[in-house]
């Protein structure tokens, strides 16, 4: 891979401007119903938090990572697998039952608090460049894109476009020169299919692939921002040295410039064994001269002093080569990378951590750092923090969007559920209170209730009696005093036990009495009571029958003829 990136994020000014997104990408209800999420939200709206990934020089390495507040990170979870059974020589993607058995095993014994895994393929497996085309909008650039014109004209790929998985992003427009710069970024399907598959078949959801010099530039980036006054603010490099991948990285103003580094296979033959200081220098010496190259360029295009590189190595003996990459080199200081440095690790992981070389922690650190960009934020922020070649991306955002907003909605009906329960139970509760308040005179009432009862069954017989005399009186046909000494006489002649039914009075000198009683007795007591009387000649009992009650009861049924002195 020779230089490339040179040109990618021209003027800040220019990156600036393309980082606040056009009114028309964000308009319409859709739109505006995610702004509305995203601000409700907060950081969750950036992104679902991932375990990175690292499979390479023959581990496993797994690195969780959370913000604490206040620019601070907590390492929550770290752990390092070293893959058994793997060839010294042997790839990963060789032998991928191996590598995921062993990935399965990795991640049971680190207790992973998600699947959503972020993994990095190899620098050497992407093909990154930056290039310049025709200004169009962001429906012109699709359609050029779906109809795979503008990487046949603007990348000359040796396969077929089909063959490769490719992210794209416009990371600045010039409308005074009517062009615009493209990050281009692509691997093999193969190659990505390869590393999908053993994460896949490990127990993870591999959801992000990134490229390797991206990651540590992540784990750069929030280093830089958690550090104090480490390196200048606008101007990081790094240098990859070791026995997988060796190439030099400039971030400037935040934005990388990459050139490869190229080892003779005697040369990785001398990292892996040899303990020669001739061999060593004379190493050294090659590998300078092409890192000098990098940085006069970089230096004669930017006019930039490079002051400090820092290292990222996974060589045992790397301080070795650093005192030899520093006599090689009076006016450049190098610094082994610890990207583990400002993080606040778990007391649980320090022992793991504790390594004289964490440089080689750098790519996974970086993985860790990044979130599944569900709501498209980073975007609008800069390129290579949202770099993902997962082949189905777009499906794999769609569903997390889904059920994001799924799961916001179902978190909703379970507040205002919640809520119209403390609303009835509160109302429930003063009620009883209102109702306890209430029942307080209880036991006077049920009293004083029950004495209105009785009375009113005293004041209801007396008013039976009353309603009974109405009833005869009405029966008498006459209006004469003498009437009413009758009926005083009879009423006052009447026995316990007998009830009358109807008393005719034809206003001269019969009466007739019809009634019943419980027995003969007082039928013949109520002849004699009536002859006794002063108005009353005669009384006779007419006839006697047989009478049965509403109670199921038998009474006598009597009719009484009285002849009646009147004057």
């Known amino acids: 891979m020779k230089n490339f990136i040179s040109n990618l994020f021209k003027k800040k000014q220019n990156n600036t401007d393309e980082a ?153 427009r010039n409308e005074t020169a009517n062009t615009m710069d493209i990050l281009f970024v692509a691997s093999k399907l193969s190659d990505v299919n390869a590393y999908t598959t053993i994460i896949e078949k490990g127990g993870l959801n591999p959801v992000i692939i990134d490229v390797k010099c991206f990651s540590l530039k992540s784990a750069v980036d929030q280093i830089n921002q958690i550090s104090s006054g480490v390196g200048e603010e606008n101007l990081t490099v790094l240098l990859e040295f070791g026995l997988d991948e060796n190439y030099v990285m400039i971030l400037y103003d935040n934005n990388p410039i990459i050139t490869d580094i190229f080892i003779r296979g005697q040369d990785r033959d001398i990292l892996m064994n040899s303990d020669n200081a001739e061999d060593i220098e004379a190493l050294v010496r090659r590998y300078l001269n092409q890192v000098k190259q990098a940085i006069q360029d970089f230096e004669t295009k930017y006019e930039k002093r490079v002051r400090n590189i820092r290292i990222i190595s996974n060589l045992d003996k790397i301080e070795n080569y650093l005192e030899s990459f520093r006599k090689n080199l009076v006016n450049t200081g190098f610094v082994l990378f610890d990207p583990i440095k400002d993080l606040n690790v778990q007391a649980q992981l320090k022992e793991k951590v504790e390594q004289t070389n964490r440089s080689y922690f750098t790519s996974v650190i970086g993985l860790a750092f990044r979130k599944l960009d569900v709501f498209g934020y980073y975007k609008f922020v800069t390129a290579v923090k949202n770099i993902n070649l997962l082949p189905n991306r777009d499906n794999v955002i769609s569903e997390k969007k889904a059920k994001f907003f799924s799961n916001f909605a179902f978190k909703g009906v379970i507040g205002l559920v919640t809520l119209i329960y403390l609303v009835l139970f509160s109302l429930s509760f003063w009620q009883i209170i209102d109702l306890n308040k209430k029942i307080t005179n209880y036991e006077k009432i049920v009293k004083e209730h029950k004495d209105i009862e009785e009375e009113k069954k005293k004041y209801k017989k007396e008013l039976g009696k009353m309603t009974t005399s109405l009833k005869l009186s009405k029966s008498i046909k006459s209006n004469k005093v003498i009437s009413f000494k009758i009926l005083s006489q009879i009423a006052s002649s009447v026995p316990r036990g007998i009830r009358f039914d109807s008393l005719e009075y034809d206003g001269n000198k019969k009466l007739i009495i019809e009634g019943s009683s419980s027995n003969d007795q007082n039928i013949l007591k109520l002849i004699r009571n009536l002859n006794g009387k002063k108005t009353i000649k005669q009384a006779t009992l007419a006839t006697m029958t047989s009478v049965e009650s509403i109670d199921a009861k038998n009474l006598k049924g009597f009719k009484i003829i009285c002849r009646l002195e009147v004057k």
Do not use: C
């Not at 393929?121 to 014109?149: F, G």
């Open 20 to 172: 606040k997104p056009s009114k028309k990408s964000k308009s319409g209800i859709k739109g505006l119903l995610e702004k509305y999420f995203k601000k409700r939200l907060g950081n969750k709206a950036k992104g679902e938090d991932v375990v990175g990934v690292e499979l390479s020089g023959g581990e496993i390495r797994l690195a969780q990572i959370s913000q604490a507040g206040s620019g601070k990170w907590n390492l929550n979870n770290f752990y390092v697998h070293p893959i058994t059974g793997l060839p010294e020589d042997g790839s990963i993607t060789e032998y991928p039952d191996l590598v995921s058995e062993q990935l399965k095993i990795a991640v049971e014994k680190a207790k992973v608090t998600t699947t959503n895994a972020a993994v990095a393929i190899p620098v050497t497996s992407a093909i990154i460049r930056v290039v310049t085309s025709p200004l169009m909008t962001d429906e012109e650039l699709k359609v050029a894109i779906e109809s795979d014109s503008l990487w046949e004209n603007l990348v000359q790929l040796t396969d077929n476009l089909s063959d490769y998985s490719i992210f794209h992003q416009v990371v600045n």
